[in-house]
Structures are given as structure tokens and as C-alpha cells.
């Protein structure tokens, strides 16, 4: 009838790994972003 409802560390756990997740992906993405624009910019001043 009553089904068990997830425990504490699932609501600690899953936003921790969401958000260490998050954190990791907006590095990389902003050093592909740094590395993209001084491409750009060295190419343009051939």
C-alpha cells in the first residue's frame, strides 16, 4: 500500500551530484570557449 520513500542521503546525494556535474560541465565548456575565441582571434590577425 505505502511504497518507501527514498532516503535522506538521496536527497543530499543526487543534488550534490548535479550540481559537482554542473560545476564540471561550465569549466570545460568556458576553456572550449577561451580556446575557440584565441583561435579566432589568431586567425584573424594573419
Do not use: D, N
Not at 518507501?4 to 548535479?18: M, N
Request: charged content about 25%; aromatic content about 10%; proline content about 4%.
Amino acid at each position: 500500500m505505502f511504497e518507501e520513500l527514498p532516503s535522506l542521503a538521496h536527497f543530499i546525494y543526487i543534488p550534490g551530484v548535479l550540481l559537482i556535474g554542473t560545476a564540471f560541465g561550465f569549466r570545460l565548456g568556458a576553456k572550449a570557449v577561451r580556446a575557440e575565441l584565441e583561435r579566432q582571434q589568431r586567425a584573424r590577425k594573419r
